[in-house]
Nanobody
Framework: QVQLVESGGGLVQAGGSLRLSCAAS??????MGWFRQAPGKEREFVAV????????AYADSMKGRFTISRDSAKNTVYLQIGSLKPEDTAVYYC??????????????????WGQGTQVTVSS
């Protein structure tokens, strides 16, 4: 399993933007995704990128303000978030996808996780 380390979180005013990074200790075989978890809520799928072809998928509620990308040479995946809202406040996790194509929108479809990075959006 790859080890994952997220960075880039912080305190941001509403309307601002952030770019989160996730560095992997090795190359992902299938792809990497981002999830987020707000206090008292379940972990929520944000986006996923397939490593070989670079195809992406987003949760419907995330389309437009969230952009996932990767740097294959650096084994790093990014999540750009624009027009931040207070409801985006959460811990954001990156995860390495397993060979479960039908579960890429669910935490059970991922084999390893980072420690998370806190994003707090003030109004």
């Amino acid at each position: 399993q790859v080890q994952l380390v997220e960075s880039g979180g912080g305190l941001v005013q509403a309307g601002g933007s952030l770019r989160l990074s996730c560095a992997a200790s090795g190359r992902s075989r299938y792809g990497m995704g981002w999830f987020r978890q707000a206090p008292g809520k379940e972990r929520e799928f944000v986006a996923v990128i397939n490593w070989s072809g670079g195809t992406t998928a987003y949760a419907d509620s995330m389309k437009g303000r969230f952009t996932i990308s990767r740097d294959s040479a650096k084994n790093t995946v990014y999540l750009q978030i624009g027009s931040l809202k207070p409801e985006d406040t959460a811990v954001y996790y990156c995860a390495d996808r397993g060979p479960y194509g039908d579960r890429q929108y669910y935490p059970s479809g991922y084999e390893s996780w980072g420690q998370g990075t806190q994003v707090t959006v003030s109004s």
